[in-house]
Each structure stands twice: as C-alpha cells, then as structure tokens.
C-alpha cells in the first residue's frame, strides 16, 4: 500500500441562493479533475443529496450524518466505483454520500452534545481523509444549516457559482459579505479561489459584461473573482444528471465537458500561482527569523 501523504486541498463550492449550479459544478469540475489524474473526493453536505443523486445512488447510504455525529469511519462510508455493488463514478472521483436524515444531523448532534458546537465536526472528518486525496470538494445547501456552516468554516477555499444573471450577480455582494464573516467567525484563512458562472445561454456580451464586473468589483474587495471559463446553458447536464452521471460519463466529447476541463486547468493555475506565491513570501521571511535565531543566541 502507497503511504505516500499527498497535499490536499479542500474546497466548498457554495452560494445561499438556491440552483445556481453548485453540486453540477462540484460534480464536474471533480469529473474533470480526475480526469487530470488528480484523486478528488466530493462529499455531499446538502440534506437533499444532490450530489449523491447527481452520481446516481439511492437515498439509503450510510454517509455525512454518520461520519459528522463520529458513528463510524469517514474512510468506510466513501462510495467509490464498483460493478458488484453497481457504482459508476466518474474517473478517480469518490463520494461520501448523504441521506435525507442529514437534515436531522443538528437536532441529533445537539441531543447528544449539549454544550458543544455541531459546525466543529466536520474538521476531525478531514482530518482523517487529508493526504489521501488531491482534492476534497464540499457540495454545500443553500442554507445555513450545521452541514454548511461546518463547510465553511473548514475549507480551505471558497469557489461561488452564480448565474449570469442580473439578480444573481447583484448577490455577490452578499455572498463576499457572508465569507468576511466565516473569516471573522474562526476560518481566517478561508480563500476565495473564484466565481464560477454557468448556465450562460449563449456567448454573448452579456456573460463577458458580467464576468469583467465581478472581476472589478471582486479585486476592490481583494479578492480573486469569476474564472475566464464559464459554463453554458446545455441540456446535456441535464440529461446526464436524469441519468445519474456527469457528462464526462455520458458525451465526453460535449462542449460542456470541455469548458469544464478549461475550468479545471484554471483552478490549478490559480492555485500553482497562490501556493508559489506563499513560498516565495515564506522563503522572504526565512532571513529575519534567522537573524531573530542569531540575535537569541
Ligand atoms: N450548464 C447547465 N446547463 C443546463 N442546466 C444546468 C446547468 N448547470 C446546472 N443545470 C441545472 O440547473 C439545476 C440546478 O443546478 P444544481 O442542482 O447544480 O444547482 P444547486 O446550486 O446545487 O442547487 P441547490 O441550491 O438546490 O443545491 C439542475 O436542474 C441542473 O441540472
Ligand atoms: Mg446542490
């Protein structure tokens, strides 16, 4: 067996709004990850299990509520392809799934643990799963639920989905103001990696006018905005989700998937160029602590 720890890098795709493409991206962009030969595990924290339904398992999994209340082994419950038991997911993509009862998880975990906090629950999962994959995607409801909360607060990194609408550009604001405030509330490391839009009908100025404004707006706040790739209106998500696949199973030739990979290839730039950027700063901090070391002795 390989022990060899591998770095990785947690993300939750998220918005409050509801249907704006969170689980498809998570479920593709994974798709389209391990298709780069990244090993990539998503795990479904949304009491209506989309992204468990999106991969095309029931609902009676064992999964998110069983590993948050610490009643088994996160590595146990992780769903990965198997013609025996009739499981086809996306190539190197796992899934931890979830079951309606994750909507009890609170209730459950407050019965239990009078005096703790539900949302402190989700770390130790991690923790037992880090340096097994390269990346750990977090599909998150459109709610402020425990499961989502505790999302928040232990990625490292936030993707958005949004559409390209008006409306649900103007929440943006919104949602920056909900990551300032998950930054505030003991995650102060949490990073935007970027905005993802999608379901964008067609290639249209619009879309363009849309992704330069969240760039605008999002670099005033500091923060990295809207990837170049976005993701177009196409019924052959759809399709697939009726089917329980990504598309990357179902027409990997489809335009779709191959906005997805550019999408992909984007997020690891932007996190080849944060990551080298800290190295660089760390390698600039090295003179001063040691003259700190010299000055000591
Ligand atoms: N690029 C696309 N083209 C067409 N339909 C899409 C596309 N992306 C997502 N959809 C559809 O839009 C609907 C909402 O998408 P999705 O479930 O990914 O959103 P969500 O933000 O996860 O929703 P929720 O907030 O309910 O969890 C789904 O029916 C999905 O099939
Ligand atoms: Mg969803």
């Known amino acids: 067996m390989d022990n060899t720890k591998i770095h990785t890098e947690i993300i939750a795709i998220g918005n409050q709004k509801g249907g704006v493409g969170k689980t498809s991206n998570t479920l593709h962009l994974a798709a389209a990850l391990g ?17 468990t339904r999106g991969l095309g398992l029931g609902t009676d999994w064992l999964g998110t509520f069983e590993a948050l209340l610490g009643d088994q082994e996160p590595e146990d419950l992780i769903v990965r392809t198997d013609p025996v038991e009739g499981t086809d997911l ?36 991690l923790g037992k799963l880090k340096g097994k994959y390269d990346f750990i995607f977090l599909d998150t409801a459109p709610n402020a639920s425990a499961p989502t909360v505790a999302s928040y607060r232990s ?25 300032q405030a998950v930054r505030e509330a003991g995650n102060a490391g949490l990073r935007l990696l970027g905005v993802i839009m ?16 969240i760039r605008r707006d999002f670099a005033a706040a ?26 990357f199973q179902t027409e990997p030739a489809h335009k779709v998937a191959e906005q997805y990979r550019a999408l992909a290839r984007e997020v690891l730039a932007r996190l080849q160029s944060v990551r080298s950027s800290e ?9 001063h602590g040691e003259m700190m070391e010299a000055a000591d002795a």
């Open 198 to 213: 999608c379901k964008v009908d067609t290639r249209t100025r619009i879309a363009s006018n849309y992704t330069e404004r």
């Open 279 to 287: 190295a660089v700063a760390e390698v600039e901090i090295k003179p």
């Open 35 to 51: 298709e780069l030969g990244k090993k990539t595990l998503v795990i479904d924290l949304d009491g209506n299990c989309g992204a």
């Open 155 to 179: 990625a490292d990194w936030f993707i958005l989905s949004t559409e390209a609408s008006k409306l649900s550009v103007d929440g943006l604001t919104d949602a920056l103001t909900d990551i």
């Open 222 to 247: 500091g923060e990295m905005g809207a990837f170049e790739t976005y993701i177009t209106r196409a019924t052959a998500i759809e399709l697939a989700q009726e089917e329980g696949k990504t598309v």
């Open 90 to 125: 996306p190539k190197n993509v796992d899934l931890l799934p979830a079951r309606r009862n994750l909507e009890q998880f609170e209730d459950e975990y407050r019965r239990r643990n009078k005096f703790a906090e539900p949302s402190s629950t989700l770390g130790p999962v």
